[in-house]
Each structure stands twice: as C-alpha cells, then as structure tokens.
Nanobody, 115 residues
Framework: QGQVVESGGGLVQPGGSLRLSCVFS????????MGWYRRAPGKQRELVAS???????NYADSAKGRFTISGDTTRNTVNLQMNSLSPEDTAVYYC?????????WGQGTQVTVSS
C-alpha cells in the first residue's frame, strides 16, 4: 500500500515555526483526505488539519490561525506550516491519507517546543 515518509520535525523555541512535509509512495490522486494528526504525551491522538480532494481544509481549533495545510495530489505530498508554536504543540505528528478502502499512516515525527 506504499510508504509514507515524514520530515521537518525538531526542537523549536516558543513562538517559532516549523514546516512538516510528507511524501507518499502511493498515488494520492484517489485520496479522499490527506492530513496531519498528533499525539501529545499522555493524550489521545487528535486531528490537527486536513485537506480533502476538493481542496477544502479543516483545522482543529488549536491550529486555526497558526497552522496551514497544503497538499499536492500530483506530487503525492502534504505539508503543514506551523507558526507561533507553543509548548502545548509538543507532540509526535503523523501524516495520514484516507484512501477510502484503506488508510496510510506515517511513522511520526517529533515536534518539541521548548525554551
């Protein structure tokens, strides 16, 4: 079903920015939705942002106004630009694609926001 490769995580100071990138080895032309989830320590995994096949985006309330998701189904990529990061954004971030009959998940990339 293909590989999913994420990059862009790391350590950043509060108020800083990071850009997460995800590349799918499978074609995303038939993907219903691509998105990013995160799991913070001691918490359940939650949706951060998604973009559907029509280009409509959806954001968690915590991400609105700070994060921007973009996707390119011809290049099989989905990116997440994160600005004004706070310690509450510290989590492992996972790339995801809903292919209708199956789902694809990345291995996760750590984002740590700390001074």
């Amino acid at each position: 079903q293909g590989q999913v490769v994420e990059s862009g995580g790391g350590l950043v100071q509060p108020g800083g920015s990071l850009r997460l990138s995800c590349v799918f080895s499978a074609s995303m032309l038939m993907a219903k939705v691509m998105g990013w989830y995160r799991r913070a320590p001691g918490k359940q995994r939650e949706l951060v942002a998604s973009i559907n096949s029509g280009g409509v985006t959806n954001y968690a309330d915590s991400a609105k106004g700070r994060f921007t998701i973009s996707g390119d189904t011809t290049r099989n990529t989905v990116n997440l630009q994160m600005n004004s990061l706070s310690p509450e954004d510290t989590a492992v971030y996972y790339c995801h694609a809903d292919m209708d009959l199956f789902e694809l998940w990345g291995q996760g990339t750590q984002v740590t926001v700390s001074s």
